[in-house]
């Protein structure tokens, strides 16, 4: 299973590369490195097992984040019935999104940066992305809403691209009447 210090930290300069995109078939490093992912994310949603485990919550995992310059990430939300819905992405593309933005309401996290932020980002409200899954089948999804926020970050990751880059330093709400909090 992967450890919170494992994931690394804004400072990392990795974290400001382009990723290139993954070939196929995968190598079975990057298949334990997606299944490794999925457990910790689904271990940091659980209260009491991330305390026990001293894991940070996270819905997402993009590759750089553990060191590897590959465009593949990771989504498991936990729904309130205790569900998860869960993405392999690989090599995602953006097909289309809304004109709608939204912004998350108390703030966007990263398993990387360790501190409070304060601002917010506006994201699309609604995106179909392209991207192949683990197999290397090609699908299109239609998100929405927070799981479409969690793409946005993510695929942002995959371009070199903290959320603390997207914060205006000077107005950290600019334009937040123009979006709705989610």
Same mark, same amino acid.
């Given at each position: 299973?992967?450890k919170?210090?494992?994931i690394?930290?804004e ?18 490093e990057?298949? !334990? ?5 999925? +457990?910790? *994310? /689904?271990?940091?949603?659980d209260e +009491?097992?991330? =305390? =026990?485990l001293?894991?940070r919550?996270g @819905?997402?995992?993009?590759?750089? $984040?553990?060191?590897?310059?590959k ?5 498991s939300? !936990?729904?309130?019935?205790?569900n ?8 995602p593309?953006?097909?289309s999104?809304?004109k =709608? *933005?939204?912004?998350?309401e108390?703030?966007e996290?990263? *398993?990387?940066?360790?501190r409070?932020?304060d601002?917010?980002?506006? /994201? ?8 192949y899954?683990?197999?290397g089948?090609y699908k =299109?999804? /239609?998100?929405r +809403? ?5 793409? $946005?970050? +993510? @695929? ?14 000077n107005?950290p ?6 979006? /709705?909090a989610i």
């Open positions: 299973m992967l919170t210090n494992e690394l930290d400072k990392n300069k990795i974290l400001h590369k382009i990723s290139e995109p993954a070939k196929f078939p995968l190598t079975d990057d298949k !334990k490195l997606i299944k490794d992912s999925y +457990e910790y *994310l /689904r271990l940091s949603q +009491e097992k991330a =305390e =026990e001293n894991l919550a @819905m997402g995992l993009a590759f750089p $984040q553990l060191g590897k310059l465009r593949i990430f990771i989504i939300y !936990k729904t309130e019935e205790g998860f819905i869960e993405y392999t992405v690989i090599n593309k953006i097909i999104y809304s =709608e *933005l939204v912004y998350v108390e703030g996290g990263c *398993l990387s940066v360790n409070e932020v601002g917010i980002i506006g /994201r699309h409200a609604r995106i179909t992305v392209g991207f899954d683990e197999d089948n =299109e999804e /239609r998100v +809403e927070e799981i479409a926020v969690a793409f $946005q970050h +993510e @695929m942002d990751h995959l371009d070199g691209i903290l959320f603390t880059d997207r914060i205006d330093k107005n709400f600019k334009d937040k009447d123009k979006m /709705r």
